[in-house]
């Protein structure tokens, strides 16, 4: 496994999410742990070591599930990291509560890396109001973390008053080959790196989006680079630039990991053609006009019921040429109080997509296509 050196420690290039375990019964709060801990030991055991979770992954159960784990693992084999939801915290005292709750589940005494999860224009006022930073710089005169850091969901010129406003030591970014334009991740990347801020890279395939593409995008690649994937192509994207520390794949499978790993132990740059193939296959996917949802599902909880998340997988699933039966049949598979017409459009589930998606706007043109949809099934 390729080793990247940052503050004097050995970091993998693949680092493991813990976003997307594998669940039993698809409830994300499920996690399957057999086949959770398979993922964890293979990772570990084939030089994995940095392992990133978060107080909210799988609705609260990740960082308990990977303390489990973690603990029959020397607490020096690996590097770990959490994060801060200040926006949950309600006050000063529940930012301490979390923290202190995280030590325990994770069976730690601390974190190697520390992370404000999520900064953006909605939740940064949290961080603030909650004094959330101060109370973080003391644990880490305590020796209870040892890098402090954000991850961040939000624009470059957002991102540079953060970076004025704090004596960060890294930063965590959403950088992929379609959100390297899309998103600015090219000029958030260039503002870490003027900092000297080592960037952690997540979504590198776009919540897997970019592992599958599109029929016509994954056709280009299979006949340009026949032996290699889009999730190999993907990955390398980002891990080949140099001020890089880890990339981090929330991997749901032994077969992903194992494919991540080979790509990561073989590690090459892209080459000349790759790169050209692969901005090929970006414009025939953009053609597609996909709704740029990773799944994440941070906005669940809408009080109408609405499941944001699979209306926008359904929809996307059609534009990627879906029949429009199947569409119609995901559609009425669903609950009728998931489905899109329920939004009132209060926007509550708005300032939670760390893509900073118009849910209801999308919303309406998912009906739309489902209307359609109809009429000509
Ligand atoms: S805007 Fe619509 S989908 Fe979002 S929380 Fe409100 S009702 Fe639910
Ligand atoms: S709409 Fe936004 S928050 Fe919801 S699943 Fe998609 S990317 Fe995540």
Redesign the pocket.
Known sequence: MEKRKVFDQEISLLGLGTMRLPVKNNEKGEIDKEAASAIFDYALNHGVNYIDTAYMYHNGNAEAFTGEVLAQYDRKSYVLATKMPAWLAHSEAGVERIFEGQLKKLKTDYFDFYLCHNLNIPYYPYFKKYKVMEYLARKKEEGLIKHLGFSFHDTPEVMKQYLADFDWEFGQIQLNYLDWEMQKAKEQYQLLTDKKLPVIVMEPLRGGALATLSPDALNHLQKTHPTKTPADLGLRFAAQLPNVMTVLSGMSSLKQLKENIETMDHFAPLSEAEQKNLNIALTLYKENKMIPCTGCRY?DG???G?D?ATMFEINNHYRLGGSTWTYVQEYESLPSSAHED?????????EKCPQGLD??AL?EKTGEMIKAAYRNS
């Open positions: 906005c809408c009080p109408q609405v944001i329920n939004c009132t459009a209060c926007g509550k589930c708005v849910i209801p919303l």
